[in-house]
Structures are given as structure tokens and as C-alpha cells.
């Protein structure tokens, strides 16, 4: 059986052609609509998912072909069109072309022709296709939706980083190991022109002082022992993108001067070379230390500190943004039980007390670790205290209210409490709401027409 490639779309007048046509296109795996004119063909491309590729004869009895063209060009200019024009008739092809046509054929037809012409316009387009996907895929996996939290502190977050991102102004992120700086690095980059370029992360304090350089502006061959070659660094690899540069605090002095100058200048020299290269490249540095601090004790360039930080963003920890601890521990439940492939469980109010009131000095990654773990090593509906690993089955003496959010609740409950009180919070307005979940607004109303059909 051959496997379905796609849809196309065939206008011919010619019954012995069109028969012809059709046989060799679904022989290869397409399903093909034909007619015998054009104006019936334009309304089933009217209320039809779009094919692949429209194939149609120039002359037509009620139509001509280049009008079809123009028609499809109107309803869908990235449907793919491929023109039959009568042998001698090379004007008509080149005029074709030049009105949007992707591909001509000539008669008689070499129906083997045709076939690899379908092939190759249907390659193009799903390629096309899947790199849009991809970006889109992309957009979702690092843009804003996959920063969770709707308390005060990420709402200033989200503004600023909305605020920043279409700019190139450097941008320095503080805040402890694990409170997302990468994630919010790489939603500024796919909010900003320059998305689709390359967003490069480098981990300053994962290499030594002494390759750092080179990581950063490449060397030429023969420059130090095991230079074989000339090698571009991260600032080349990144130019018209974002150079992410985490752990800024832990390069040596040298190497600060070195950045300062490609800060200011735009441009550098590779280790061992002697010509300047040029780079438009956007800097954002990420620290877990008191930079000004360092600056004082001397440990730092000041020169740089303020260089780095023309626009700062504090990520705040976990524990002081504990409201936002459910709508985390929903998403990474959803998110690992979907990767498992098994529904997600609920979580006892013991469990979430435990959540609330730990200090979570990994903050969200440690989270994040957590919930993996166990979704992987249970298989309960129910998340209880005895799932979790001894360190953090503590006790927790605090005063809660006889019917509070998260006792015993599901964390469908969980979610509507989130929901709702994103609404509160933005006065009823549902596109900032669904920007404060981190959430899509189509998903956010479809939640709502759940509520409101369980009488809520």
C-alpha cells in the first residue's frame, strides 16, 4: 500500500489526460480531486482544505488557466501551482512563472515528468511546513508560555522582558541557581527580530580561564598547542542572533577587558590573529552573585558591571513567590505525565502544604526535579507524602483553614482556583489573565466554557 503523501488538486478538459494524470499521481500516493473546469475547481478550493498542489491545463473552456491562477494566488498564495501549456506556447510558461507559478509542463505530456515536478513542489512545501512547525514549536517551548506564575513578581517579569525584548540593548539577569535566567534569556530572544537567529548559550563557569577566550572569540591554527585549525567562537557563531553568557561573574580579568572592548566596539580578533571581526550580536549575561559587590572587592570591572547591566532583571526565588507554586506543580505534572505517557495525578493537601512551606533553595529547577522523579517512580492517582523522598517529608505546623485550596483537591481544582483568580486579578480581562498563567487565550477559553457547562 502506498502511504498518502497529500492532496492534489487537478484541472484538465481532456478526459483521456486527465484520467492519465490522476493514475500516475495516485500511484505515488497522492489523492487527487479533478475536474474538468475551472470555476467548479475554484469553489471546491473555496470550502476545502487546501491541497498540496493545484495542476491545471492554461486552456480551459470557461476559464483561462493564468486567471486561475490568479484566484488561487488571492485565496491562498501558498498553495502550489503547476501550469500545462501546448507545446510552442513557451510565452505562456514565462508568464506564468512570473505570476506566481511554481512549475510548468508542457504537452504531450511525460506523465513521468509530471510526477517528479508534483514531487519536488510537494517536498518544498513540506519542508516548508515542518520548518514553520519547528519555529512555531520553538516559540512555544522558550517564548513566555513556559514561564509559569501569575504572583505580582512575575507579572513584572513578563512586562519586562515584553518591554526589552524588541530592543538590543544588553540585558543582565540576577537571581539564585534555578529560578529560570536561561528560560527568560531565551523568551527575550524569541520575542525580538532577531528570533530567527541563533540564541547561543555558554556557561562561563562550566570552562577554564584559559579556553574561555577561545570559546568566546575563536583562535586561528597554530595560535596554541592543539590549534590544528581555525576555529570561530561564540560571538561569530551568534552574529545577527543572542550570545547568552551565564555565570558572567567567573571570567578572569582578562577576558573581562577583552569583552568590554566587543561590548563597546562591536568587534575583536581571534587568539593568534591580526585582522578585527565585526559582529552585531546581542549580550545577555546571567549571574547567581552580587555583582556590585564583587566590583567593590575588586574582583570585577566596573566599567563592564555597568556596561552589562543597561537593563536588569532579578528573577525572584521560589519561596518568595509561593503563590505561584501551584500553577508550577500543575505544569510539570502535565508536562512528565504526558511525556510518560500516563494521566496526571492528583496531589493531597499534605503534599502541597509540604510544597508551600519548603525553602526550595534549588527554587524551580529543584521543583521541576522533584515532580519528575515522582511521576516516574509512582504510578498512584494520588501524590501522597509518602512519595516523596525522606528529606522532604518534614513536619509542618502551621494553622490551615478548614476548606483551603489545596486539601485533598485535584489539580483540575488547583487550576480553576488559578484561573479565577487571574481573572480577579486583571479585572476580568482575558487576555492579560491568560498571559499571567502563562497560557494561550484559546486555552483559557476553553477552560471557561468547561466551567461554565459543569454549572460553575
Not at 105 to 118: A, E, G, H, S, Y
Request: net charge negative.
Amino acid at each position: 500500500m502506498v502511504e498518502s503523501k497529500g492532496n492534489v488538486v487537478l484541472i484538465e478538459d481532456n478526459d483521456s489526460n486527465r484520467t492519465a494524470i490522476s493514475k500516475a499521481l495516485e500511484k505515488v500516493g497522492f489523492a487527487v480531486k479533478s475536474f474538468d473546469s475551472g470555476v467548479p475547481a475554484i469553489k471546491h478550493l473555496e470550502r476545502n482544505i487546501k491541497p498540496v498542489v493545484v495542476v491545471s491545463d492554461i486552456k480551459l473552456p470557461d476559464i483561462n488557466g493564468m486567471d486561475i491562477l490568479k484566484k488561487i494566488k488571492e485565496l491562498d498564495p501558498n498553495i502550489a501551482i503547476i501550469l500545462i501549456t501546448g507545446y510552442g506556447s513557451i510565452e505562456d510558461a514565462v508568464e506564468a512563472m512570473k505570476s506566481g507559478a511554481d512549475d510548468y509542463l508542457t504537452k504531450p505530456l511525460d506523465l513521468f515528468k509530471l510526477r517528479k515536478q508534483v514531487e519536488a513542489v510537494y517536498n518544498r512545501l513540506y519542508l516548508a511546513e515542518e520548518v514553520e512547525n519547528l519555529k512555531k514549536r520553538l516559540d512555544k517551548r522558550y517564548g513566555m508560555e513556559n514561564i509559569i506564575g501569575s504572583s505580582q513578581s512575575m507579572e513584572k517579569i513578563f512586562e519586562q522582558i515584553r518591554l526589552v525584548a524588541p530592543t538590543n540593548s544588553t540585558v543582565l539577569l540576577t537571581g539564585e541557581s534555578g529560578t529560570g535566567k536561561e528560560l527568560a534569556a531565551n523568551a527575550i530572544h524569541q520575542l525580538s527580530p532577531r528570533k530567527h537567529n541563533r540564541f547561543l548559550p555558554l556557561n562561563c563557569s562550566a570552562i577554564s580561564s584559559t579556553i574561555l577566550e577561545s570559546e568566546l572569540f575563536g583562535h586561528e591554527k597554530g595560535s596554541f598547542t592543539g590549534a590544528n585549525q581555525r576555529q570561530k567562537g561564540k560571538f561569530e557563531l551568534a552574529d545577527r542572533g543572542t550570545l547568552f553568557l551565564d555565570e558572567i561573574s567567573e571570567i578572569n580579568p582578562e577576558v573581562q577587558v577583552k569583552l568590554l572592548r566587543v561590548l563597546e566596539g562591536k568587534d575583536f580578533m581571534r587568539v593568534g590573529g591580526s585582522e578585527m571581526i565585526n559582529v552585531d550580536c546581542r549580550i545577555i549575561a546571567a549571574t547567581n552573585r552580587d555583582l556590585k559587590k564583587l566590583v567593590d572587592e575588586g574582583k570585577f570591572r566596573e566599567d563592564l558591571y555597568y556596561r552589562l547591566k543597561v537593563v536588569s532583571i532579578h528573577l525572584p526565588s521560589l519561596r518568595d513567590r509561593k503563590e505561584d507554586i501551584p500553577l508550577l506543580v500543575n505544569h510539570f505534572l502535565k508536562q512528565f505525565a504526558e511525556e510518560q505517557g500516563v494521566d496526571p495525578p492528583g496531589i493531597s493537601g499534605e503534599v502541597m502544604n509540604i510544597f508551600i512551606n519548603n525553602p526550595w533553595n534549588g527554587n524551580v529547577r529543584e521543583l521541576k526535579n522533584l515532580l519528575q522523579s515522582v511521576i516516574i517512580l509512582s504510578r498512584d492517582d494520588v501524590i501522597k507524602p509518602e512519595h516523596l523522598p525522606p528529606e522532604y517529608n518534614i513536619d509542618i505546623d502551621i494553622e490551615m483553614p478548614e476548606s483551603n485550596s489545596y486539601n485533598g483537591e485535584t489539580m483540575a481544582e488547583i487550576e480553576k482556583n488559578a484561573i479565577f483568580n487571574a481573572l480577579n486579578k486583571t479585572a476580568g480581562n482575558k487576555t492579560k489573565a491568560a498571559k499571567l498563567l502563562g497560557i494561550g487565550l484559546r486555552t483559557l477559553q476553553r477552560k471557561l466554557k468547561e466551567y461554565e457547562a459543569e454549572g460553575n
